[in-house]
């Protein structure tokens, strides 16, 4: 079955000519948004070489911003890493995904990580976490998907007693898993990634990543996007995260 970026390439003109990559080995940046257990099997459709070049409407700087209330629950800065093999949650767009854009977009993460376990560090174990972040680009057309952007992940750990973490990730790239459901992969092949807080490991979180899967398939996800009402939010199923 095509991933996302073929069907879109065939489906829109204006975007055929982009070349896709093979670019991430999940994610996120998505976000998630993040170590990926099992991101060997996904198939990468997004060309982040491009995608980041034409990256206009969001900076991490603006993301980090939408990120920091979280932060302020307090609590001990814990070392080491962490690792959630289950995320799941939910992608909001405003106004929905269209195939037909009508202006700026806002996207906003709110997303549940559970099944949580720690490696070098003496903090509480860690039992679950809530991630948000918030993206702003310059259209809502259904295309904007494959456009990489900058994301900063901001996470409150349960127990509280744990301090937060906000990770900043340079890009995402477009993954698909085994039953072809589009999901997002962070960092990029090339994208950096930076973690203050709570879990940044030995070198400020640069081994963190995040990967999730919706619910739709890119054939479903650009159906919903060419209906009047648009797409207004894409489910995640599935996902893992890690921060180290």
């Not at 070489?49 to 800065?77: E, M, R, W, Y």
């Not at 949580?116 to 991630?131: K, L, N």
């Not at 456009?147 to 340079?170: C, D, M, Y």
């Amino acid at each position: 079955m095509l991933g996302l970026g073929s069907t879109l390439a065939l489906m829109t003109p204006s975007v055929a000519h982009r070349p896709l990559s093979r670019a991430l080995t999940f994610a996120v940046p998505l976000a998630l948004v993040v170590v990926l257990s099992g991101c060997s099997s996904k198939t990468l459709t997004s060309n982040t070489s491009t995608t980041q070049a034409s990256t206009t409407t969001t900076s991490t700087t603006s993301a980090a911003a939408a990120a920091t209330p979280v932060t302020a629950a307090g609590g001990v800065v814990v070392a080491g890493s962490v690792t959630c093999t289950n995320v799941t949650g939910t992608i909001t767009f405003t106004p929905p995904l269209s195939n037909t854009p009508t202006g700026p977009e806002t996207t906003r993460l709110s997303l549940t990580a559970t099944g949580c376990t720690t490696a070098g560090s003496s903090g509480t174990q860690v039992t679950s976490g809530t991630a948000t972040a918030t993206i702003q680009s310059s259209t809502n057309g259904c295309v904007s998907l494959l456009t990489s952007k900058p994301v900063a992940v901001a996470v409150a750990w349960s127990p509280s007693s744990i301090h937060a973490s906000v990770a900043s990730f340079g890009g995402y790239a477009i993954v698909t898993d085994a039953a072809q459901h589009t999901g997002f992969g962070l960092p990029n092949a090339k994208g950096s990634v930076s973690v203050a807080g709570s879990f940044a490991g030995t070198d400020n979180g640069a081994k963190s990543t995040a990967s999730t899967d919706s619910n739709l398939t890119s054939v479903q996800l650009l159906t919903a996007c060419g209906t009047a009402a648009g797409l207004p939010e894409l489910a995640i199923a599935s996902g893992t995260v890690t921060f180290s």
